[in-house]
């Protein structure tokens, strides 16, 4: 029998069938695929060495809710101080360029060497600048934590190139395609005239929670910080930081794009947040590798709880101000025992509907928040997600298992995203956080873990269309390679 190939014009019946086929049986195809690799995930849930092994070969989309110097490993940094032969105090390990005068305690790093005794130091400062051999006896565990950034503040401003560099190049490795990093706050001269003038103000507004008078002062210390062309400072942070080490590392490729937020310090006078926090809005509405603004630093410390409400609102303002640009927030990074039962009501909602924040970060104490089921559905209708961030939170805060709040995000339908926060610091990736998501949470499924990834792309604050269809559309070609191999790779019984 001879068949011949006819062709035929598109609106030809026949044709039009063929075609109707075509996509009915590769859909079912990808069906089969998908449910072939679900099948093997609930298999080895239960065994976290099968997990890691299925996760690290995962496509994981982006990590969103990433700090630049928390996430580059503390051997890195020691390697740069070490190589440029800064001065180390032999009792605190306190870095510096250069020797302050008349103290007997620092020695160069080079002599130290001489000494014999440069790895003791090189250990002692890898588990202070991370939680390394943290033993859960001699130091708080969130005190542990945030008392690594300054310590290693020294090495981490100078040698951000290299630190971006190795930050991607794990990033390739893991197979994950996007970062959207906190890189930085930007400074400017002080406004020590404007904070004796405006701080106590503000402290007034504090005590009296007046929204009207509270935007009408922000607005008139915004007037005074016009007058003093601040804006020049937004300026030079995205041209000489952002730009120039964005473009000279070659940060983009076609396996891999980053971007960048800037922000606020929470635990600064009222003036100076509020200083910081309009840079970071003017900067991100001017610089399209600038995707969005956050706010920093412990959520427990002292300032940053007692002006919490007043960050809101300053929030309120800059949104007015720069409608285009996206921020989101770490917001309920709490739990009981932490900080008194009745502040655990009330900062999420604060940061959605006060803010007006498009993400939340961390959104740990959920379930004490007052009226969580209307809150969660807000977010859910709105598209609001959270930023969850699993072993950032088992270790900072002692949350984890059935006491995180991540299936009572998912049961709420509130738009997930699975981040690793400051792996540098933490000692992680963010392949770890999937292999805790599916190994504790057996509620989450294929679907639902290929969902949280794609939200990473389309919760992203990426600014350029083109650049996220790229990133969607890598996506689809690397989880239809990644289901072809877990499908075709012989599975052992477990």
């Given at each position: 029998?001879?068949?011949?190939?006819?062709?035929?014009?598109?609106?030809n019946?026949?044709?039009?069938?063929?075609?109707?086929?075509?996509v009915?049986?590769?859909?079912?195809?990808?069906?089969?695929?998908?449910?072939?690799?679900?099948?093997?995930?609930?298999?080895?849930?239960?065994?976290?060495?099968?997990?890691?092994?299925?996760?690290?070969?995962m496509?994981?989309?982006?990590?969103?809710?990433?700090?630049?110097?928390?996430?580059?490993?503390?051997?890195?940094?020691?390697?740069?101080?070490?190589?440029?032969?800064?001065?180390?105090?032999?009792?605190?390990?306190?870095?510096?360029?250069?020797?302050?005068?008349?103290?007997?305690?620092?020695?160069?790093?080079?002599?130290?060497?001489?000494?014999?005794?440069?790895?003791d130091?090189?250990?002692?400062?890898?588990?202070?600048?991370?939680?390394?051999?943290y033993?859960?006896?001699?130091?708080?565990?969130?005190?542990?934590?945030?008392?690594?950034?300054?310590?290693?503040?020294v090495?981490?401003?100078?040698n951000?190139?290299?630190?971006?560099?190795?930050?991607?190049n794990?990033?390739?490795?893991?197979?994950?395609?996007?970062?959207e990093?906190?890189?930085?706050?930007?400074?400017?001269?002080?406004?020590?005239?404007?904070?004796?003038?405006?701080?106590?103000?503000?402290?007034?507004?504090?005590?009296?929670?007046?929204?009207?008078?509270?935007?009408?002062?922000?607005?008139?210390?915004?007037?005074k910080?016009?007058?003093k062309?601040?804006?020049?400072?937004?300026?030079?942070?995205?041209?000489?930081?952002?730009n120039?080490?964005?473009?000279?590392?070659h940060?983009?490729?076609?396996?891999?794009?980053?971007?960048?937020?800037?922000?606020?310090?929470?635990?600064?006078?009222?003036?100076?947040?509020?200083?910081?926090?309009?840079?970071?809005?003017?900067?991100?509405?001017?610089?399209?590798?600038?995707?969005?603004?956050?706010?920093?630093?412990?959520?427990?410390?002292?300032?940053?709880?007692?002006?919490?409400?007043?960050?809101?609102?300053?929030?309120?303002?800059?949104?007015?101000?720069?409608?285009?640009?996206?921020?989101?927030?770490?917001?309920?990074?709490?739990?009981?025992?932490?900080?008194?039962?009745?502040?655990l009501t009330?900062?999420?909602?604060?940061?959605?509907?006060?803010?007006?924040?498009?993400?939340?970060?961390?959104g740990?104490?959920?379930?004490y928040?007052?009226?969580?089921?209307?809150?969660?559905?807000?977010?859910?209708?709105?598209?609001?997600?959270?930023?969850?961030?699993?072993?950032?939170?088992?270790?900072?805060l002692?949350?984890?298992?059935?006491?995180?709040?991540?299936?009572l995000?998912?049961?709420?339908n509130?738009?997930?995203?699975?981040?690793?926060?400051?792996a540098?610091?933490?000692r992680?990736?963010?392949?770890?956080?999937?292999?805790?998501l599916?190994?504790r949470?057996?509620?989450?499924?294929?679907?639902?873990?290929?969902?949280?990834?794609?939200?990473?792309?389309?919760?992203?604050?990426?600014?350029?269309?083109a650049?996220?269809?790229?990133?969607l559309?890598?996506?689809?070609?690397?989880?239809?390679?990644?289901?072809?191999?877990i499908?075709?790779?012989?599975?052992?019984?477990?």
């Amino acid at each position: 029998m001879v068949c011949l190939d006819i062709d035929l014009p598109d609106n030809n019946p026949i044709q039009l069938m063929k075609k109707y086929f075509t996509v009915f049986f590769a859909f079912i195809l990808f069906q089969a695929q998908a449910q072939s690799v679900s099948n093997y995930l609930e298999k080895i849930r239960n065994n976290p060495s099968k997990l890691t092994a299925f996760f690290s070969q995962m496509p994981k989309g982006g990590d969103l809710h990433h700090h630049y110097s928390g996430s580059v490993y503390a051997e890195s940094f020691i390697d740069y101080i070490v190589k440029n032969n800064y001065f180390i105090n032999r009792e605190t390990l306190a870095i510096a360029e250069k020797k302050p005068a008349e103290d007997k305690e620092w020695s160069k790093l080079g002599s130290l060497k001489k000494e014999g005794q440069l790895d003791d130091y090189k250990f002692r400062l890898l588990k202070k600048w991370s939680v390394k051999d943290y033993n859960n006896v001699s130091i708080p565990s969130d005190k542990q934590f945030f008392e690594t950034f300054p310590s290693f503040d020294v090495a981490s401003e100078k040698n951000i190139d290299s630190g971006l560099l190795e930050i991607k190049n794990r990033a390739v490795k893991e197979h994950v395609s996007y970062i959207e990093t906190m890189l930085g706050s930007i400074k400017c001269a002080p406004i020590n005239d404007l904070s004796l003038q405006f701080d106590p103000k503000f402290h007034t507004v504090l005590q009296q929670k007046d929204e009207q008078y509270c935007q009408a002062l922000l607005d008139t210390l915004y007037g005074k910080l016009m007058e003093k062309n601040i804006f020049s400072c937004a300026d030079n942070f995205s041209e000489n930081t952002i730009n120039k080490l964005h473009h000279a590392m070659h940060l983009d490729d076609d396996s891999f794009i980053m971007r960048y937020q800037t922000y606020t310090v929470r635990t600064l006078e009222a003036s100076e947040v509020f200083k910081r926090l309009l840079l970071a809005f003017d900067a991100a509405s001017k610089n399209p590798l600038i995707v969005g603004v956050n706010i920093l630093s412990p959520e427990n410390n002292e300032v940053a709880m007692r002006d919490y409400w007043l960050h809101m609102q300053m929030f309120r303002y800059c949104h007015k101000k720069y409608p285009s640009v996206k921020y989101t927030m770490h917001a309920g990074e709490l739990t009981l025992g932490l900080v008194k039962p009745e502040e655990l009501t009330w900062h999420i909602s604060s940061a959605v509907y006060d803010a007006g924040a498009s993400r939340i970060g961390h959104g740990v104490d959920i379930p004490y928040e007052a009226n969580s089921y209307a809150l969660m559905n807000y977010m859910k209708e709105k598209g609001i997600a959270v930023e969850i961030n699993l072993f950032s939170n088992e270790f900072i805060l002692k949350v984890k298992g059935d006491r995180h709040p991540v299936t009572l995000y998912k049961e709420f339908n509130v738009p997930i995203v699975i981040s690793s926060d400051d792996a540098g610091v933490l000692r992680t990736n963010l392949t770890e956080q999937y292999v805790l998501l599916a190994s504790r949470y057996p509620e989450f499924t294929y679907n639902d873990i290929k969902k949280i990834i794609y939200n990473s792309i389309n919760y992203s604050f990426i600014k350029e269309p083109a650049v996220k269809t790229k990133l969607l559309a890598k996506l689809d070609r690397d989880f239809t390679a990644f289901e072809k191999l877990i499908i075709n790779t012989p599975q052992k019984k477990n």
